[in-house]
DNA sequence: TGCACAATTGAGCAAGTGCTCAACAAGCTA
DNA sequence: TAGCTTGTTGAGCACTTGCTCAATTGTGCA
């Protein structure tokens, strides 16, 4: 097998890996495990679990990203919002929001993985700004500060996320879903001034 | 040194550890290291460092929610949302919410700790409903769906915190202090119909 | 065919993990 | 004083962690 193959199949297992055991659980022996090959190969492709596992989150939650992007891209402005809290919940168990919430938490002590963080979050600011612009430009609500509103609409789907990951009978997806789409009516009618 | 005595310095032992290293990091030996007591001292008074974890949690933060249940107790109705703000950012870095969010996190894989946390969440929530009745009450605003408006704030600053906890540039206790005051005035002028 | 270089192996190391357990110390009761 | 309970010790076990490295395999080029 080709090295840059090898390296994107080892990438892809992590990813996997962490997917099920967790950021600071998911070891290298599971990985090469799950692979079926020597746990020395491993870092014959990464000096370090740490880089790996960067990469492995870097590479998944850009992917995320491009998706919801690409998926908005072709929607009518009236649809956006439909659109992106359909892809948001698309799990109903919120599953494919662990890899997420395991980065931000992790990343305080990482600075690997706080860079991608970083990174993550100003594209996924920018896909939420751009919701509220065009629904704006589309004459569908006014947003009198798109910025501070794709601040909140942001910090508060990463919130909402942590309390229906957590599988409690508190907040299923389908309510979360419906307090996403009424912060977007309340930004996109709104009068308040910012700070 | 008593017994009831002992375990309550253990307990907090462990919750400073906890919040130098992290939940997933922190290890027994680092408490006991930290007491300068035997390695061994720890099991005979939890049965595994996963209880005791859970119980440091659990002790700590059911303490910082009774502290601002406290602080609102006292305080006006016209300054509710300030007091509130103010105690939210009351470290610029946000690390007292550090153990928060590790535990939002952890909670997805450790049932004792998905307890504690659950606990906390229903507290936090009726902490933020009642500051929205006591405003209602007071003839500051009008909030059609109390509920849904404490869980949209609620989740707004656990999704804040990750990021200002992050300590990267984006976002500072400040501006989280802001964005927070104006989600209070959205929601309580609102006229969004509940879903 | 032979050589070179890459990919791959797997035993193994040093460090760390939670936890056990026989032994010891200290204080209280009988 | 003797005995018992209780707090405390620390060596040690079985296991996992990330990572190393000499040895081996395999593939493509000369």
């Given at each position: 097998m080709s090295g840059a193959e090898r390296r994107r199949q080892i990438i892809h297992a992590a990813y996997e890996v962490i997917l099920d055991k967790g950021l600071s659980e998911a070891a290298t022996r599971d990985v090469t495990r799950r692979m079926d090959v020597s746990p020395g190969l491993l870092h014959h492709y990464f000096p370090s679990w740490g880089q790996l596992r960067a990469e492995a989150v870097r590479t998944f939650v850009m992917a995320e990203i491009e998706e919801i992007d690409g998926l908005l891209a072709t929607t009518e402005a009236y649809e956006l919002v439909a659109c992106f809290t359909d892809w948001m919940a698309k799990d109903p168990a919120f599953r494919h929001w662990g890899l997420w919430l395991d980065a931000i938490d992790a990343a305080r002590r990482d600075p690997d993985l706080a860079a991608v963080v970083t990174t993550a979050y100003g594209a996924w600011h920018s896909v939420i700004a751009s919701i509220i612009e065009r629904r704006v430009a589309a004459g569908r609500g006014s947003c009198p500060n798109v910025e501070a509103a794709a601040w909140r609409i942001g910090a508060l789907i990463d919130g909402l996320a942590g309390v229906v990951a957590l599988g409690d009978?508190?907040?299923?997806a389908e309510q979360a879903k419906g307090l996403v789409r009424q912060q977007f009516d309340l930004e996109l009618c709104a009068d308040v001034s910012a700070a």
């Open positions: 009978v508190a907040l299923d």
